[in-house]
């Protein structure tokens, strides 16, 4: 059973995770970085649950989250590399679960959902 979701409030499958939290009733959280900080701009006040770092962008953000969490996945195409990178490495030096879904190997229509 989730008791809760964590995430970094990014663009993607962060909020996507948020927005099915929100519709089942799962509570949510996480860290932001300062100024509520996404790659497309400052996130929407309608997600209330989340908590302002003041300083350290997104490293901090991230770390803060895998220790508040307990365990990270992690959807992308390829290797990571960057924050998706970072958060392998900060998962292992905490000892957090860490799952990567290689979409690049997992096809939508592998599970039922077309492209």
Do not use: H
Request: glycine share 14%; aromatic share 8%.
């Amino acid at each position: 059973m989730i008791k809760k979701v964590i995430s970094g409030g990014q663009t993607g499958t962060d909020i996507a995770g948020v927005d099915a939290a929100m519709s089942c009733g799962v509570p949510y959280g996480g860290w932001l970085p300062k100024g509520r900080k996404t790659e497309k701009g400052p996130l929407s006040r309608r997600y209330t649950e989340f908590q302002i770092m003041n300083r350290g962008g997104y490293p901090k953000r991230t770390e803060q989250n895998i220790i508040d969490s307990d365990g990270t996945v992690v959807f992308s195409f390829g290797t990571l590399t960057g924050g998706s990178a970072l958060t392998r490495r900060l998962c292992q030096k905490y000892g957090r679960p860490f799952l990567y879904v290689d979409l690049n190997v997992i096809k939508l229509t592998e599970c039922g959902l077309k492209k």
